[in-house]
């Protein structure tokens, strides 16, 4: 099957900064995709690209078979990409704004309804006449979303959607990417929210500094990290780590009282080992709980680096 998005040996510079080196991936047609990295990491000169809206150096990216730089009427077409920043017109309302945008595209009255659709979906109808310079932050950035889907795109991308909004839009915007998923829309989102990525995406791409450095089904990125970690609630407090048997003392990642973290390699270690020999040590615990690798320490693993 022809990929949704097709990436082969991007290269982009800006004078001295290579912002992307040779990379090269397909995002599949269907799928829910994250792409991850740090700041500065090359995702939004990416999508950028993917977009049209900046051209690579060298390299090609393809919309499902069309090739952004020689189709790229076509591509735009197929393709609707939700940016950081609105960038908007503030005597239009958002109504006005939303119909002009379909415009572009060639449609006409036919689609007022989808436009409906949308601002209701998205919880705009109320506001569908205000000005969009009166709107407030969260509520510009579900018009922004409503705006690149408009034209009804196979494949949308969002760059960091959720970027700085509260719980509830978060929550809203979690359920609307959802739903356009099941609805077979390609789905690619940025993040720095790795429980975002981790609940929503089903593959994920990690870059770091402009080079792709992971690719990968989300459960199997996460399986690839080699430890998991056991929590113990001991029955009395320990104040040290050195009261623990010697063989443990480089596994424990924290103590405080009675709070004991040990991280234990998947292959390695034996949670039912390391439990017998704190038991033959004479120390007890009343709760235990296991966790499994995050994204983040996929991440730290991959790249030594923090997501901020
Ligand atoms: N227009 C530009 N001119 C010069 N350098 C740029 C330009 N746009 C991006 N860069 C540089 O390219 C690199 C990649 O930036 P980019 O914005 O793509 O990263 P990012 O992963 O999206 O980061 P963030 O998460 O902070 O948005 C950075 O070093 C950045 O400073």
Same mark, same amino acid.
């Given at each position: 099957m022809t990929a949704a998005v097709h990436i082969s040996q991007v290269r982009k510079k800006y004078r001295q900064?290579?912002?992307?080196?040779?990379?090269e991936f397909?995002?599949?047609?269907?799928?829910f995709f994250g792409l991850l990295g740090p700041n500065g990491a090359g995702k939004s000169t990416l999508i950028n690209i993917i977009g049209g809206l900046v051209q690579a150096t060298s390299g090609t990216v393809a919309i499902l078979g069309h090739d952004v730089?020689?189709?790229?009427?076509?591509?735009?077409?197929i393709i609707g990409v939700v940016p950081q920043e609105l960038v908007y017109d503030p005597f239009f309302s958002i109504i006005e704004m939303l119909r002009l945008q379909s415009g572009y595209f060639g449609y006409g009255k036919e689609?007022?309804?989808?436009?409906?659709e949308l601002l209701d979906i998205l919880s705009l109808t109320d506001k569908a006449d205000t000005n969009l310079q009166y709107l407030s932050g969260g509520m510009k950035r579900r018009v922004l979303i409503a =705006?690149? &889907?408009?034209? /009804?795109?196979p494949v949308v991308i969002l760059d960091e959607p959720t970027a700085g909004v509260d719980v509830e839009l978060r929550q809203m915007?979690?359920?609307f990417t959802k739903l356009l998923h099941q609805k077979g829309h390609t789905i690619v989102l940025t993040t720095h929210y790795l429980e975002e990525a981790e609940a929503l995406c089903e593959r994920i791409a990690i870059l770091n500094q402009g080079q792709l450095i992971a690719l990968d089904d989300t459960q199997v990125l996460l399986s690839r990290h080699p430890y998991k970690q056991i929590a113990l609630t001991l029955t009395t407090p320990l104040i040290s780590i050195n009261n623990l048997? =010697?063989? &443990?003392?480089? /596994?424990?990642l924290s103590l405080e009282g009675t709070e004991l973290v040990i991280q234990l390699h998947r292959e390695h270690d034996r949670v039912s080992?390391?439990?017998?020999?704190?038991?033959?040590a004479g120390i007890h615990f009343a709760d235990l709980k296991t966790t499994e690798p995050s994204l983040e320490d996929v991440f730290l693993g991959l790249t030594g680096r923090h997501l901020v």
């Open positions: 900064i290579t912002a992307l080196n040779n990379v397909d995002i599949p047609q269907g799928s730089r020689q189709e790229w009427r076509k591509a735009r077409q689609n007022y309804a989808w436009i409906d =705006q690149a &889907l408009v034209h /009804k795109p915007l979690w359920a048997p =010697q063989t &443990l003392h480089d /596994k424990v080992d390391v439990l017998d020999t704190i038991r033959l």
